[in-house]
T-cell receptor, first 115, second 117 residues
């Protein structure tokens, strides 16, 4: 079964801490996405990557295709970073019977950053 | 401003009633998606449409129906056949796949929280 696993499920940090959220998947992919969902429910896309590393402000996303693993890092965390972070993948054509544009989602990591 | 709108934000319905959730986008995107989100679970795909006048079932299509008569609009009807419709529903859109492109970024609406009384 094509699966996406995230860890940890819940994470509490103090303001200023370095945070890492992990994502692993079961079979080959064409791309991996990191999404952020705020308490109101809306979702925004943070990163879309198929190899290497991307950085945007205090957020860094890395992916290791061979190990089928990705990490999202937040440096100098702030209470406004509190949200649910979701990993999602596009499985490659040989591994997925639906449209390659479709995303398969992890269950999310709920991050709470305390002041 | 370009984006995706969903209405209403909160919706209550009685058991046995059909209800339609609206999703509109002005991003000129070809592809549109409907997801359901339940506590403790990842988003699950209900229906998707890669082009106007065409749509496909996702992983949990039973009890739902959609239409795609216009590029901008992809309404979702939750029918009385859906056994457990209380959930948070998210609509998304993307440019759509073309040529050798095998993935693209999805843009999400604010969601509709449906509660069945």
């Amino acid at each position: 079964k094509n699966e996406v696993e995230q860890s940890p499920q819940n994470l509490t940090a103090q303001e200023g801490e370095f945070i890492t959220i992990n994502c692993s998947y079961s079979v080959g992919i064409s791309a991996l996405h990191w999404l952020q969902q705020h308490p109101g429910g809306g979702i925004v896309s943070l990163f879309m990557l198929s190899s290497g590393k991307k950085k945007h402000g205090r957020l860094i996303a890395t992916i290791n295709i061979q190990e089928k693993h990705s990490s999202l890092h937040i440096t100098a965390s702030h209470p406004r970073d509190s949200a649910v972070y979701i990993c999602a993948v596009n499985f490659s054509r040989v591994n997925y019977g639906g449209s390659q544009g479709n995303l398969i989602f992890g269950k999310g990591t709920k991050l709470s950053v305390k002041p | 401003d370009g984006g995706i709108t969903q209405s209403p934000k909160y919706l209550f319905r009685k058991e046995g009633q059909n209800v339609t959730l609206s999703c509109e986008q002005n991003l000129n995107h070809d592809a549109m998606y409907w997801y359901r989100q339940d506590p403790g679970q990842g988003l699950r795909l209900i229906y998707y449409s890669q082009i106007v006048n065409d749509f496909q079932k996702g992983d949990i299509a039973e009890g739902y129906s959609v239409s795609r008569e216009k590029k901008e609009s992809f309404p979702l009807t939750v029918t009385s056949a859906q056994k457990n419709p209380t959930a948070f529903y998210l609509c998304a859109s993307s440019r759509g796949l073309a040529g050798l492109i095998t993935y693209d970024e999805q843009f999400f609406g604010p969601g509709t929280r449906l509660t069945v009384l």
